[in-house]
């Protein structure tokens, strides 16, 4: 095997997050600044007491008030951030994201390719234990990753290790995936949250009992903290792990109270009554206020979220590049960010955000409504037609399929605006029937292009496998694909992935709206904590002073 050192997939990014100290930038949930050509928003707002100027940490318990419910502890079995959030303060994998989306080690000392990108051998550190004792070694890796991929196990997370074609156990120590076809981003799937390890004594409980809830009691992981209880509605709480592996990342604080709070302003009251330490995420319309807030700090982000307007192109409506286009220029994306996302947001330029690995931003569709009228008279919709848009029921994603309505009504579509509950909304979509127009958001958890892009993009995506709900099939782009994900060369792969956003976003199968600024919020006296461009919140370093 040909060691290709950790090639392109350890993430350059230089810049990405924003942490903003209070009064200062904006960042994190999912927006992007109003030029659609720039450069990520990435400031970094040095946090002076982070950088060990403050006072000697001092333990204490901090608290955090999330918007809603966990879904689980199980990494295998989560597809939330917020149960992301709580899981990476007691999980953790073979390598992690740090807060520029660069890859970094944690569980594997290192890692390399095979020459022709179809494996990868992580090389384990250790001496590292789980919470019950059991030792962290090359077989618990296989175990984990044959168990959630095992599709008889029901795990939310099997298709994502779908390209895993076999786990082998080199020594104690080293581990070799192997991939059903070449898979230069093995390293970025692997650093992902749902590749976190729990107990191989867990495992073994669930698979003598089936009715064992590794949802519930299986959070047995070697991160810093260690589970101690959920209470439903109330709160989950972990507890420093004293026999931590790792000294300089040891927790600071002796417990984490994670509160689910609903109602975005109880969250941001708690926070100012200091019910609660750090509130995530936080509305736009309260952020402009919570900057100017002396006890408060806000911290703001260019996140990976991208907002579009997905069309089914099996709606013969949808057929003619001409409308695309149209619908892409009448929508006014810059007033979209200013009044529906309070300024906290950036155009789309790319079928991905520019925090994600491999971007490469297009020439915006700008908003032109005598441009778009041609586009449409030419395709021979002059007096337009009827359309349905679906959209989760959210009070976000409904101001934004309200405001789009009314644009599109302009070049004489006539919108019908449909609200479901998201778990609903998914159904329809995965199902493939009846689909016309959607509200989409999306973010790749792998932080890099081709997850970014493949899922939505490529022909073999369709329903009911996979992303790809609008039917979209350009087998150029298929060829494309395969080209960059076979080759673990850095720049002939960003090359074809910068070719394959052009194509895409020249070829309009979506209307590209915007990415929308991550946003949390904390008191002064909370230090050591960042969000990642996914909007998952970092908390394992927190101090209180």
Known sequence: MKKVKASWMALALSS??????????????????????????????????????????????????????????????????????????????????????????VLAEDYDYSDDATEITFYLREGVTFHDGTEFNAEAVKENIDFVRDTDNGMARSSFFSFVEEVIVEDDYTVTIVADEPNSAMASYMAHSSAAFKSVE???????????????????????????????SEHVVVEKFDDYWN???????????????????????????????????IPTLNAAELENEEDLDLYTGSSTDLYYIGMNFQNENYDDLKVRQAM????????????????????????????????????????????AQELMDEAGYEDGFEATLWTR?????????????????????????????????????????????????????TGEADYGLRPNFASDRVPPNFNNSGFYVNE??????????????????????????????????????????????????????????????????????
């Open 247 to 281: 000294e300089e990342e040891a927790a600071r604080v002796d417990a984490i109270t994670f509160r689910p709070v609903q109602e975005a302003s109880t969250r941001v009251n708690m926070l100012r009554t200091g019910e609660v330490d750090v509130i995530t995420p």
């Open 393 to 445: 029921n959210s009070t976000e994603f409904l101001s934004v399929a309200e405001y789009v309505a009314i644009q599109l009504a302009e070049i004489g579509i006539d919108v019908e605006v449909e609200a479901y509950e998201s778990g609903t909304l998914f159904d329809m979509l995965d199902a493939g029937e009846g689909t016309d127009l959607w509200i989409g958001r999306w973010s790749p958890g």
């Open 328 to 371: 892409n220029h009448a929508v006014d994306k810059d007033g979209l960010i200013a009044q529906v996302l309070d300024g906290y947001g950036q155009v789309a330029d790319s079928a991905i955000a520019p925090a994600v690995y491999g971007y490469a931003g297009q020439s915006v569709y700008e908003y032109d409504l005598e441009l």
């Open 476 to 545: 150029e782009l298929d060829v494309m694909f395969d080209d960059a994900i076979s080759t673990p060369d850095e720049d002939e792969a960003m090359e074809t992935y910068a070719e394959i956003q052009q194509v895409i976003y020249e070829d309009a199968p979506w209307v590209f709206l915007h990415i929308p600024d991550a946003l949390i919020a904390k008191g002064t006296n909370v230090h050591g904590i960042y969000v990642l461009p996914s909007g998952a919140v970092h908390l394992n370093l927190a101090e209180i002073r």
């Open 16 to 105: 990405v997050l924003v942490l903003a100290a209070c009064g200062g930038e904006e960042p994190a949930d999912t927006g992007e600044d109003d030029t659609g050509t720039d450069e990520p928003q990435t400031e970094e707002t040095e946090d002076e007491g982070d950088e060990g100027e403050g006072e000697a940490a001092s333990g204490g318990d901090l608290t955090v008030g999330i918007e809603a419910e966990p879904t689980s502890m199980d990494p295998h079995n989560t597809t939330d951030g917020n149960s992301a959030t709580i899981q990476s303060t007691m999980m953790e994998g073979l390598l992690r994201f740090n807060e520029n989306m660069e890859i970094v080690p």
């Open 202 to 232: 867990e495992l073994n409980k669930k698979l003598e009992d089936p009715d064992y809830n590794l949802d519930r009691e299986g959070a047995v992981g070697t991160g810093p903290f260690q589970f101690v209880e959920w209470r439903d």
